[in-house]
């Protein structure tokens, strides 16, 4: 049961292009979303985030695009540079009624290689 | 930075011994979290832990594992007998707080690989 997808295992850009991840989801209720990249052995970095009542989030060279009504969203990075080369995860969650901590269910990865 | 510390980076154990795996949380956050990764599939959720207690936990947080958080500033994840299918990376994380409906970011540690044999 993929609640989380991303579809593409790998993906090559060449160095200073724009770099575009995507994601889709299933469940209804995930409201926040959020991209982390990790390199071999180590743990997850958190790069990103976006609240489902925003359509876009900035950061710098990373901004994250959500589209609620197709359960899409996508990580794009402009300009691309060697060190963005990782696996890029997204991950939603979604806050319960009652509150609590949700626990972030996690795509499946997307290995981001940049060409110089 | 502040960051999430984890120990050991890797433990080899028998099948059927118990293992703890340790984590230092973020010193100001208050929800901790423990996932883990087997070889080749995604991160999956295993428990989250507030206020000294379980507030989430997964399918795969069975009898099988326990969380506790033994003094101010650990939080330790035990497998009390080992089995082969537990070999993964695991993660710790924590989040500063979560207010109540608004979601919060987490931050990972490291990670531990378990090895069982």
């Known amino acids: 049961d993929q609640q989380v997808k991303q579809n593409s295992p790998s993906l090559s850009v060449q160095e200073g292009r724009i770099s575009i991840l995507n994601c889709d989801y299933t469940?209804?209720?995930?409201?926040?979303f959020l991209w982390y990249k990790k390199y071999p052995a180590e743990g997850p970095t958190f790069l990103i985030s976006?609240?489902?009542?925003?359509d876009k989030n900035e950061d710098g060279r990373f901004t994250v695009f959500l589209n609620k009504s197709a359960k899409h969203l996508s990580l794009h990075i402009v300009p691309s540079q060697p060190g963005d080369s990782a696996v890029y995860f997204c991950?939603?969650?979604?806050?319960?009624?009652?509150?609590?901590?949700?626990?972030?269910?996690f795509g499946k990865g997307t290995h981001l290689i940049i060409q110089p | 930075e502040p960051e999430v510390t984890q120990t050991p980076s890797h433990q080899v154990t028998q099948m059927g011994q118990e293992v703890i795996l340790r984590c230092v949380p973020i010193s100001n956050h208050l929800y901790f979290y423990w996932y883990r990764q087997i070889l080749g599939q995604k991160v999956e959720f295993l428990v989250s832990f507030y206020n000294n207690e379980i507030s989430e936990k997964s399918e795969i947080f069975d009898d099988q594992f326990s969380v506790e958080r033994p003094d101010g500033s650990n939080f330790t994840l035990k497998i009390r007998s080992t089995k082969l299918e537990d070999s993964a990376m695991y993660f710790c994380a924590s989040s500063e707080a979560v207010a109540s409906r608004s979601p919060d970011t987490q931050y990972f540690g490291p990670g531990t690989r378990l090895t069982v044999l």
């Open positions: 976006i609240s489902s009542i925003k």
């Open positions: 469940n209804s209720m995930f409201d926040y």
């Open positions: 991950a939603a969650s979604g806050v319960e009624s009652g509150g609590g901590a949700d626990g972030l269910t």
